[in-house]
């Protein structure tokens, strides 16, 4: 069965820190693969997309990026944190052409 | 502006009543999904429901779509304390949408 891992759990930065989130896929080839930010009581602002190695797709013009080193590892960073980057960022995952996705348990970030 | 809005914002009932959420959205779809979210915790898949069906059932869940109001409502029945969670209506393909949410809250 396939499982979605993502870490860390909970991160506490300062200002103008750098940032590295990973997200892993198991028991699935060639996912779609998907990074949100959710703020408290708020719903999911899709930030970024991919659809294969390589292939990154930025929703939201800002100072986080994505890259996709391999099929079902997806990592969002930042080299300078700010204070507005604080939220919840959730991963998902979806089989290639279909549309219901996946979340991990996300991570919630705190800047400081 | 969202594509997706739910309705209400927040919603407490007692368990065993029933619990209806509703979700407008702006452009025509191929399919809405819905979603549920327990506190601090993923997003877990519902339901998905195709522009042509206009209504679909999953367990306790119904699910029905208007596409010419634009909108879906989710009823639960029944339902239970472990169905306070915050629920998600979403639209689109790999751009997916999500409103803001419908938080339910069930007394026990």
């Known amino acids: 069965s396939q499982t979605i891992h993502q870490w860390p759990a909970t991160l506490v930065q300062p200002v103008g820190s750098p940032l590295s989130l990973e997200c892993t896929v198991e028991g699935t080839s060639n996912p779609n693969l998907y990074w949100y930010r959710q703020a408290a009581g708020r719903g999911l602002q899709l930030l970024f997309y991919s659809v294969g190695i390589g292939q990154i797709s930025s929703e939201v013009p800002q100072n986080l990026s994505a890259s996709r080193p391999q099929d079902r590892q997806f990592i969002l960073s930042s080299k300078k944190l700010l204070l507005s980057d604080s939220g919840f960022y959730l991963c998902?995952?979806?089989?290639?052409?279909?549309?219901?996705?996946?979340f991990g348990p996300g991570t919630r970030l705190l800047v400081l | 502006s969202q594509q997706g809005e739910e309705d209400p914002q927040a919603l407490s009932i007692q368990e065993g009543e029933n619990a209806t959420m509703n979700c407008s959205y702006k452009?025509?779809?191929?399919?809405l999904q819905w979603y549920r979210q327990n506190s601090g915790r993923g997003l877990v898949h519902l339901i998905l429901?195709?522009?042509?069906?206009r209504e679909k059932h999953s367990g306790r869940l119904r699910v029905t779509l208007d596409t010419s109001k634009k909108s879906s409502s989710l009823l639960i029945t029944a339902s239970r304390a472990a169905d306070t969670a915050s629920y998600f209506c979403a639209t689109g393909g790999f751009k997916t949408i999500f409103g803001a949410g419908t938080r339910l809250f069930v007394k026990a």
């Open positions: 998902a995952w979806s089989p290639p052409l279909q549309e219901t996705q996946y």
């Open positions: 429901i195709r522009s042509n069906e």
């Open positions: 452009t025509s779809i191929n399919n």
